[in-house]
C-alpha cells in the first residue's frame, strides 16, 4: 500500500494514479473521502436476492486492482478503520471475500493537511500499514513551463497500456525469490531498533516496519537486476518506508 501526501491539492496525484493503473493494464477505483461516507461503500454490503431469498456479496471498490483513496484522512475513524483489515490481512468482511481474488497490486491513499477544516487524523496504526511514502513537490521552473507549453498546443494524450492485469500481478511475487543473507536481515532490525532508541523519536518503528523495509528492499533489488539484497537496498527504501512511521 503506497500513499501520496503533499501539502497542497492539484499536484496531478489522481492523474499519476491512474496512469500507472492504465499501463498496468489493472482495473481502478476511486473513492473520494468525505465525512458522510460509510464503511459499506468501501467493503461493499451484502444484498437481499428476493427471488431465492439469498444475500449475495456486492463488492466495494476495495475489491478493484488499484484502490485511489482520495483525501482519505476526511473520513471519520468508522470508515478510515474500513480499510485496516484490507491493508495487512488483504480480506473483507472478516475474511470471508479475500482481496487476492481480485488480484489487488496497489492501493494508494492521498493524504489533505492536518490543518485544513473537516479533517481526521490517521491513527498510527493505519499509517503503520502503508508500506512507503512518496511526498509529491513543486515541479521546477523548466518542467512547468513544459506542461504549460504542452497544454496549451496539444491535446491529452491517452496512456497506453504496457501490461496486462496477470502479469503485473505476477510482480508481486517476484521478490519473493531474492535471498537475504545474515548481514542483509539485520540491517532492516537495526534500523528500526534505532528509531525505537533515539531521544528524539517519540514512536518508532514497530516490528511491521522492518518487514516492511526488507520487503521494499527486496523489490528495489529486483528492479536493480538483482537475485540478492544488498545494505545499499534497505538504505535506498530507508526514508519512504520508516519516514511516515516516525513521530
Given at each position: 500500500?503506497?500513499?501520496?501526501?503533499?501539502?497542497?491539492?492539484?499536484?496531478?496525484?489522481?492523474?499519476?494514479?491512474?496512469?500507472?493503473?492504465?499501463?498496468?493494464?489493472?482495473s481502478i477505483r476511486r473513492v473520494q473521502f468525505t465525512p458522510d461516507l460509510l464503511p459499506a461503500d468501501i467493503t461493499g454490503t451484502y444484498v437481499l436476492n428476493p427471488k431465492d431469498g439469498t444475500f449475495s456479496l456486492r463488492a466495494g471498490p476495495i475489491?478493484?486492482?488499484?484502490?485511489?483513496?482520495?483525501?482519505?484522512?476526511?473520513?471519520?475513524?468508522?470508515?478510515?478503520?474500513?480499510?485496516?483489515?484490507?491493508?495487512?490481512?488483504?480480506?473483507?468482511?472478516?475474511?470471508?471475500?479475500?482481496?487476492?481474488?481480485?488480484?489487488?497490486?496497489?492501493?494508494?491513499?492521498?493524504?489533505?493537511?492536518?490543518?485544513?477544516?473537516?479533517?481526521?487524523?490517521?491513527?498510527?496504526?493505519?499509517?503503520?500499514?502503508?508500506?512507503?511514502?512518496?511526498?509529491?513537490?513543486?515541479?521546477?521552473?523548466?518542467?512547468?513551463?513544459q506542461m504549460l507549453t504542452f497544454a496549451r498546443h496539444h491535446r491529452a494524450r491517452t496512456v497506453r497500456r504496457a501490461f496486462g492485469s496477470r502479469r503485473a500481478c505476477s510482480f508481486n511475487r517476484s521478490p519473493r525469490v531474492c535471498t537475504s543473507k545474515?548481514?542483509?536481515?539485520?540491517?532492516?532490525?537495526?534500523?528500526?531498533?534505532?528509531?525505537?532508541?533515539?531521544?528524539?523519536?517519540?514512536?518508532?518503528?514497530?516490528?511491521?516496519?522492518?518487514?516492511?523495509?526488507?520487503?521494499?528492499?527486496?523489490?528495489?533489488?529486483?528492479?536493480?537486476?538483482?537475485?540478492?539484497?544488498?545494505?545499499?537496498?534497505?538504505?535506498?527504501?530507508?526514508?519512504?518506508?520508516?519516514?511516515?512511521?516516525?513521530?
Amino acid at each position: 500500500m503506497v500513499t501520496c501526501c503533499s501539502r497542497r491539492p492539484g499536484y496531478a496525484k489522481t492523474t499519476l494514479v491512474k496512469a500507472f493503473a492504465v499501463t498496468l493494464g489493472c482495473s481502478i477505483r476511486r473513492v473520494q473521502f468525505t465525512p458522510d461516507l460509510l464503511p459499506a461503500d468501501i467493503t461493499g454490503t451484502y444484498v437481499l436476492n428476493p427471488k431465492d431469498g439469498t444475500f449475495s456479496l456486492r463488492a466495494g471498490p476495495i475489491f478493484a486492482n488499484v484502490l485511489l483513496a482520495d483525501e482519505i484522512n476526511r473520513a471519520p475513524a468508522k470508515t478510515q478503520s474500513a480499510l485496516l483489515e484490507a491493508m495487512q490481512e488483504r480480506a473483507g468482511h472478516d475474511r470471508r471475500r479475500p482481496l487476492r481474488a481480485a488480484r489487488s497490486v496497489l492501493r494508494a491513499g492521498h493524504a489533505e493537511p492536518v490543518d485544513l477544516e473537516g479533517t481526521y487524523p490517521l491513527p498510527e496504526a493505519q499509517i503503520d500499514r502503508f508500506l512507503v511514502r512518496v511526498p509529491m513537490g513543486y515541479p521546477n521552473e523548466r518542467d512547468e513551463v513544459q506542461m504549460l507549453t504542452f497544454a496549451r498546443h496539444h491535446r491529452a494524450r491517452t496512456v497506453r497500456r504496457a501490461f496486462g492485469s496477470r502479469r503485473a500481478c505476477s510482480f508481486n511475487r517476484s521478490p519473493r525469490v531474492c535471498t537475504s543473507k545474515t548481514i542483509c536481515m539485520s540491517t532492516p532490525s537495526r534500523s528500526a531498533r534505532f528509531t525505537r532508541n533515539h531521544p528524539r523519536v517519540l514512536l518508532g518503528a514497530s516490528p511491521r516496519a522492518s518487514l516492511g523495509l526488507l520487503r521494499a528492499a527486496k523489490s528495489h533489488a529486483v528492479l536493480s537486476g538483482r537475485p540478492f539484497v544488498t545494505p545499499d537496498d534497505v538504505r535506498v527504501v530507508a526514508a519512504p518506508v520508516l519516514g511516515h512511521r516516525l513521530i
